[in-house]
């Protein structure tokens, strides 16, 4: 938890967007390991609005599934040996996060079936944030600038 704080501190509350950048960052791309490969897929789409962009798939091995849509790219990954890592390991993010411009926008869109979001004001980092869980537990976390807000 302390690793995550560290991050959004650095990312969005330590002045860094009060110097020039020297480039511009036009969207964003996560990937996570999945169980079920179908059922993230349609998961990421329907939540995220996301459309299948390619697939590739090893028998036995592996199945990838890209999607996108303007601004976002995420890979889902299915391994065939995911679900049994050993005890302690890390199976995949626990943690995924976007930014949006309009945080209500984005949880009017969410699917039936998707518990409402409690919306947290982290003020210390000047965010407004929603986490909701994908299939395999993992926290997608969206986030909105306090200083965007209408």
């Known amino acids: 938890m302390k690793f995550a704080t560290c991050l959004l501190v650095l990312l969005f509350g330590a002045g860094v967007f009060a110097e020039s950048p020297r480039y511009v960052i036009d969207g964003g791309y996560f990937a996570v390991i999945v169980t079920d490969i179908e059922t ?29 849509r303007p601004g ?47 919306v947290i004001e982290d003020e210390k980092n000047g965010l407004l944030l929603v986490q909701i869980r994908d299939p395999d537990g993992n926290i997608v976390q969206v986030m909105q600038r306090l200083d965007e807000e209408e």
Do not use: C
Request: no cysteine.
């Open 40 to 68: 993230a897929t349609t998961w990421y789409g329907d939540t995220l609005g996301l459309e299948e962009t390619s697939r590739l798939a090893d028998e036995g091995r592996y199945v990838i599934v890209n999607l996108g």
């Open 72 to 118: 976002l790219a995420v890979e889902l990954l299915q391994l065939e040996a995911a679900d049994t890592r050993p005890e302690g390991y890390v199976t995949g993010p626990f943690k995924i996060g976007m930014l949006v411009a309009d945080l209500d926008a984005f949880m009017a869109s969410l699917p039936a079936g998707i518990d409402t979001p409690r």
